[in-house]
Each structure stands twice: as structure tokens, then as C-alpha cells.
């Protein structure tokens, strides 16, 4: 017979989300998403397609967007987490956030959590893309809304205040 | 085989199904195909193929997607040997957890035991040594496709590291990884192959060097034994006369599996192919050397009837199936135009020009 439990049954998964150390106790079988939704009560990102398709669970850890529903959630463990919940400073939105609003970059507003923290992510690191830029940084994120247009739209205007010193 | 045409005609073009019925069966074939290996693997406990959502609200608490298993996260290859000889026929590794995580929400694959190797620092070499590059185990696609070194000298591994999923994904998953996975559609191991990397592995028994053409055995499986794991690959240096290059056909650009994916190396004397390796995916049970297609090559000028002649011997040696991605004839055309290309793309760049690294589209 095989063993009845191999590994531990349970992890504490000593996680930093946004900016605050959240340690969680939890069994292992589930995904970094679950652990953010469930455990954290952090629903901002989204389970769309749960294969790693779609980019509606896209997180930052460690500073790189990664699908929230692929990675395991005791490999938080140790880890940085950024959220849509931590974007926004002070009660005011991010420009990235601020953009989407006044520009319609959204409709349904199901993919947009995940939209706004690939973009943070990459106008902290390229302040100053071309549109071909954005629609390649965020084509991991799908949008059967808008067309992306006017996500496109509003991330060039976010990148343009994010530039003139609206950034955090 | 060797009598087939240069350039086939997919039969799939001319195709007019007389009905609607007669359209969907090659699809209704492939999913009574799928669902029947389903059934297969529950390992003589038959059960109705169902969705994932029924089968996960049925069977695990909530806000858990897998099944329960015990994780374990060694802090060093030895200790990662040890612990994954100890559960050999539970365990599963998990490096990126991109292909094992969906394996496992599936309900494909259910290990007792999840050994997370990410915590291993030696396993995260990338670095340019006098015997050639060396690539750790858990080297991600987005690592690949932006080090400057890589891009510079090895802009192969970026053209097909840089077709991995979405940046998202390619974010978590590991070279050794998509390599273990041992999916015969992968794109990089076309270009490990190309490249001729040496796999180095440790196990139980020592650590060993296997060539990566001789490293897969059959879709997902690997001559990787019980307990043992890869380290790292290793690439021979490259030199100013040698260029290689990896393109595949998906029908769209992103966010896709290969229909066909064919990567090319050639080692130039003038206008002489001196050398050269072709490596192929999605066209046998494993990712394909087309032996017969470089040895077409070797030694002649680059040209034409060298095109013609490795290209042809490209397609004889290609196996190919018919599925919801492609036909059979479909997938032997695109082997032909595809080897043409690589091979093209790979002397230009040996020449020092070519596409840049990453821009083969």
C-alpha cells in the first residue's frame, strides 16, 4: 500500500500582500489565486479560464505578472504580492486605474483587474511605450469587451500622466 | 515515403463535407478519442468524462482545485534526489507548475506528493562558461527572451521561448520544464536540438549527461529514471559562423500550441553547409531530429536543390497525426515549407544577418 500522507498536510505560507505580511495556514493543494480569494478575502482578481489563457488572475509577485490560477498557492511562500486591491494610494486611483475609468476602458470589467496590474507593472518599467508596446505587454490578458481599443487608449494616456509625475 | 511530392497539396483545403454531421465528425472522432483516454486513466475505476467544474465541486472542498497531496520544497538538489527517490511513483516535480497545475485541476495526473524545486538556488544558472551556455533547471521563458547575452549569440532559445504562452505564463514556466513535460508539440526543444544541448541530470545513482535528441521517449515520457531530475543544459559556444533559427505555424500568434514548429542549425564554410541540426515538433511521438534532413544538407552549397532535398527528407521522416490543430497532410506541407524557412533564416544568420532574435512572425 501506499503511504497514507507523504509531505505535510498543511503549509504556512508566510506571503507579503501589498505591502502588508499576511501569513496563511492552508492545505497545499490549492492555487495562489484560491489562497488571495478565499483565505484573504482579496476577490479583485478573477478565475476566467483557470489554464492560464485568459490573464484575468494575473498578479505581480516578486515584480513579474504571473497567472494567479497556475501557480501553487504554498509557492507564495516568501513572495511579494501585488494586487489590484494595492494599487490605488490614499483613496485616490492609480493613473493606470484613473485612465480606464474616464477613457471606457471597460465594460463588463471582468478582465480588468488583471489589465490594470499588467500595466502598472510594465509602465513602472517602460514609462514611455509606443501603442505596439502596450498591445504586446498586455497580450496576455483577454478582453471579449472592448475590442482593447480603449484599453490601448487609456494605458498610453496613464503612461503619459505616470510621466508628468501622477505616479506614485 | 521518399516518393511523395516537394509540396503537397493539403487535402484539408479541398475538403467539402456534404453536411454539417460530416464537418463535425473528425472533431466528434477527437473528442470520443479524449474522452475515452480519460476514462483509461482512472486506473480501472471507469467513470463518466465530465467537466472539470462538476468533477471539482463532487470530489474536493471548496476553494481547493486540486486533489489533497503532500508538498514538500527541498532547499537542495541533493536533498530534492533524496526525497523524490524516496516517493519515485507518487511524486511530481513541479518547476513553473504550468503544465502540472492544469494536469492536476484536470484530474490527468494525481500525485500523492508535489516536490516544489523553486527553492533551489543552484538550479538557476544562467551564465556563458569557456565549455558553452549553461541554463539551470529553472530557467523561465522571460528570462530567455530578455538576456541581452542570449539574445545576442543563442537567439534561437528566444524565438521559441518567446512562443510560450503569454508573458504571464512564461513568467513561471522553466526550460526544464517544457522539456520534461515532453510535449512532442513544445517549442523549445526543437531548439535545444538545433543547438544540440546536453542534458546534465542528477539521480540516486550519480549524475549523468544525456544529448537532448536522445532524451525523449514518447509523449510525456522521458528517460528520466525514478528519482532522478535535471540540473541544467548545457549549449556549446557559439560561433561567428553558425546561426540557427525556430518558427512554427499556429493560427494565431499568440497564446497557442504548435501545429508544426521547425528549428534549424548550420555551420557555414563559406558557401558550404558544413554542419548542420534540425529539430521538429508536433510531427512524431516526440520532438523530431530529422537526421535524414541534415544529412541532405552537409557538405553542400547553400542553395535551391539543398532546400529541395532537406525539406523532402524532412517530410519522409515526419510521422505526423491528424487532430482538432491540423491533418496529417496539412502538417507534412508545413514540414516542408517550414524546413525551408528555418533552415534560410539560420545561414542568413550565420551570415550575420538574418530575422532578430524573437521576430519570426
Redesign the interface.
Known sequence: MLQERVGQATVTVHVTVNGVPRPVTTVPNRTALELLREDLALTGAKEGCGTGDCGACTIVVDGRPVNGCLLLAPMLDGKTVLTVEGVARGGKLHPVQQAMVEMGGLQCGFCTPGFVVTAVNYLEQHPNPTEDEIRVAIAGNLCRCTGYSKIVDALLEAAKRMREGEGR | MSSRAATPTPTALRWRPRSIEAFYRPLRRQLDHDSERCVQSQRGRPRPFLP?AVTRGGQ??????????????PKSVSEAVSVLAE?A???KL?A???DL??Q??DGVRRP?????I?GIDELRTLEERDDGLHLGALVRM?EIENHPLIIEKYPVLVDSAKLV?????R??ATIAGNTCNASPGADTPPALIALDAQVHTLGPTGPRVVPIDQFFVGPGRTVLEPGELVTKFVVRKAAPNEGAYYERHTPRK??DIAVVGVGAWVRLNGETIEDARIGIAAVYPTPLRATDAEAALRGKPFGQAALDAAAAAAVAQSRPISDVRGSAEFRRWLVDVLTRRAVTNAVARARGGGPRAGETH
Not at chain 2, 112 to 116: R, S
Open positions: 472539470r474536493i472542498g471548496v476553494g481547493e482545485s486540486m486533489r489533497r497531496f503532500g508538498y514538500l520544497a516517493h511513483n507518487v511524486a513541479v513553473g507548475g504550468t497545475v492544469v492536476m485541476k500523492q506528493v508535489v516536490i516544489d523553486t522571460g504562452g503569454s508573458k504571464q505564463v513568467n513561471l499568440e497564446l
